[in-house]
């Protein structure tokens, strides 16, 4: 088991993703362009805000598994997790466009982390091993939606407007 430490979270827009740019135009469910203000939940998990992520928690890097991910299903992923570790001992989640497994742990007061992906030949767990305290968690878990959206609103400012998108600004994870 690796030694608990700080765990560190950082978002960076990924380079094809036109959401983050000048140039961009919302679609709507049937790929017509729409105003910002309309576009549903799921277009901020599915298809806009892809990022490559950064993420360390003890001696464990899980950046290569989270590339070109919605940052809000990442974000999104992270908080079911912590609920569902304050009342179980394992939280198997997937993000919304991928297979790959991440495991989360919980023993007395440390989070654990672990991801594994499917082949043929049946599953397999990546070689990244890592553990927090769960405070440092709740923490981590708080900040990425604060850096998520501060991110898409600095890129997008029109996405303010968005019914959904203020929600989360101003409810925080009880909106979504």
């Known amino acids: 088991m690796s030694t608990p430490t700080t765990p560190s979270l950082s978002f960076v827009p990924s380079s094809g993703d036109k959401s983050w740019g000048p140039e961009w135009v919302p679609l709507d469910v049937f790929r017509e362009p729409t105003a910002v203000e309309e576009?549903?939940?799921?277009?901020?998990?599915?298809?806009?805000?892809?990022?490559?992520?950064?993420?360390?928690?003890?001696?464990?890097?899980?950046?290569?598994?989270?590339?070109?991910?919605?940052?809000?299903?990442f974000v999104l992923m992270l908080q079911a997790a912590r609920v569902t570790l304050r009342h179980e001992r394992l939280a198997v989640l997937e993000l919304s466009d991928r297979q790959d497994e991440w495991r989360f742990t919980r023993d007395e007061e440390l989070v654990g982390l672990r991801t594994r992906y499917a082949t043929r030949e049946g599953w397999h767990f990546r070689p990244a091993e890592g553990h927090?305290?769960?405070r440092e968690f709740d923490?981590?878990?708080e900040r990425s939606l604060r850096d998520a959206l501060a991110l898409i609103f600095s890129r997008q400012p029109a996405t303010r407007r968005n019914p959904y998108l203020h929600a989360l600004a101003t409810s925080g994870f009880d909106a979504a």
Do not use: E, H, M
């Open 39 to 73: 576009l549903p939940q799921s277009a901020f998990l599915w298809d806009n805000f892809k990022v490559d992520v950064s993420l360390r928690i003890g001696s464990g890097d899980f950046s290569n598994t989270a590339a070109s991910v919605c940052v809000l299903d």
């Open 132 to 134: 927090c305290s769960v």
């Open 139 to 141: 923490i981590l878990v």
